[in-house]
């Protein structure tokens, strides 16, 4: 009858055991267009041109190459963030361990005097007691998780470590396009430099022939000083382009993980081409972009806490069990008349709070739509910055096809002008005012393709830089990264060289 009583009991906690409380989670709509309104992508071209593991490898660039591959090792905001999901990691293991009994373990040893001491009048002493008590005993308690409260909190704590990664994916696609960026810039700065460079070479020529000019009388002294300063003013020019890519390369080494006065990025002559990015459906852009995937799974975490709080309803049972042994000797611990134990059960239900644990579930209810208000409106930004990258690149393009026309009608201008000067028929400050302008749409053709080059690697980080959903930790993994511990010791603490 005992054995039927206790099977029926199990039967019904398995069965209660198998109810969660709470909504489940159902993952809300968000604003997608059918089409980018920009640039006319042709629908459904897939983004594996783009390397999934090196998306900065489209600029064909070996140098840029190595300094991202060092982005995983040396950056320090990476590596934060991937101590934060590590802690993500750890925090879902702390919730796990609620499925299970605790158990604990006592001993203890007291000696004691009761009675005695000695009378104030005769000084004669008075008999008194000792005893002594020795205990052993082990403790068990186990909350069965009958309304799901801990498996809601397991799932919100799964979801949490889920947002974790997509943060830390989030913060190395940051810190890659921040270095891509910083890289094209310098590059750039390489490029404008050589440009000036030039420039200068050919005011020097300009400024020995006009001093021979002036020293066999066809030319004034005005021109002289013209053409120094035309040399000088673009020199200067020059100088000042160090300014802005000294900056650059400090920013690159602390994107490494390097201090400034330990690195540096010679200049080259290579040029960089503004690549052609392949395009898909907006509505990919969901699960291509990691801080898109990381509000989502913060909204499934505050979804979960619903049923957390909604579990604060029903009753809590506690099953318990002790056994142990107490003697007055030590040599009468082990026996068996010294031994002792109990086992019973708990229930423990509130029936008045003044309406606390309902303004609790109200309260994760509106964090949760909070959090559905926080992931629309970063898929609107990610759609915009998509379309801000997209009309960019277009306009820029077009720009870039005409100011070359404009440099060219410039530099034949300023040909032009110049040998009328050394025919005679001009003054010399003809001639400054073409070659100024020529420089000048020299320089603004290569700021029109650095801006190029910077919307390219925006538009492909915009666009998630080939991560997409699957990258993301399963529930699987990452309670096996996070393994539970059934040891009774604690584990060593590792000290790490700062």
Known sequence: MRGSVLKGAGAVVIVVSACTVGPDYQRPDAPVPAQ?????????????????????????????????????????????????????????????????????????????????????????????????????????????????????????????????????ASARLSAQGTLASDYLQLRMADELKRLLDAAASYYTESLRITRNQYQSGTADQSAVSQAEAQLESTQAQAIAVGV???????????????????????????????????????????????????????????????????????????????????????????????????????????????????????????FFEQTIANYRQIVLTAFQQVEDQLAALRILAQQAEVQDKAVSAAFEAARIINNQYLAGTVAYTSVVVADQTALTNAETAVNIRQSRLIASAALIQALGGGWDTTQLPSRKRIEENAPLNFSPFPPAVEVRAP
Do not use: C
Not at 37 to 48: F, I, R, S, Y
Not at 146 to 164: F, H, M, N, P, Y
Not at 261 to 267: D, G, H, L, R
């Open 244 to 366: 802005t890519r000294a900056q650059l390369e400090h920013a690159i080494a602390v994107l490494i993980g390097k201090p400034p006065a330990e690195f540096s990025i010679p200049p080259t002559e290579a040029m960089i081409a503004v690549p052609a990015i392949p395009a898909e459906m907006p509505s990919a852009l969901l699960e291509r972009r990691p801080d898109i995937a990381a509000s989502e799974r913060l909204m499934a975490s505050a979804n979960a806490q619903i049923g957390v709080a909604v579990a604060a309803f029903y009753p809590d049972i506690t099953l318990s069990a002790d056994f142990g042994t107490s003697a007055l000797t030590l040599n009468r611990l082990l026996a068996t008349t010294s031994r002792f134990w109990a086992f019973g059960s708990t229930l423990v239900e509130t029936v008045f709070d003044a309406g606390a644990r309902a303004a609790v579930v109200e309260e994760t209810r509106a």
């Open 36 to 168: 980018y309104k920009e640039a006319g992508w042709k629908v459904g071209e897939p983004l594996d041109a783009i390397d999934r593991g090196a998306w900065w490898s489209i600029y064909k660039d070996p140098l840029l190459d190595d300094l991202e591959k060092q982005i995983d090792i040396s950056n320090q905001n990476l590596k934060a963030a991937e101590a934060a999901f590590q802690q993500a990691d750890w925090i879902v293991a702390q919730a796990r361990a609620g499925f299970f009994p605790t158990g604990v373990l006592n001993a203890s040893a007291q000696r004691s005097r009761t009675g005695g001491g000695s009378s104030s009048s005769t000084g004669a002493g008075r008999s008194g007691f000792t005893t002594s008590s020795f205990s052993t005993s082990g403790s068990a308690s186990w909350v069965p998780d009958l309304w799901g409260k801990i498996r809601r909190t397991v799932e919100g704590d799964v979801a949490s470590a889920q947002a974790s990664a997509g943060d830390l």
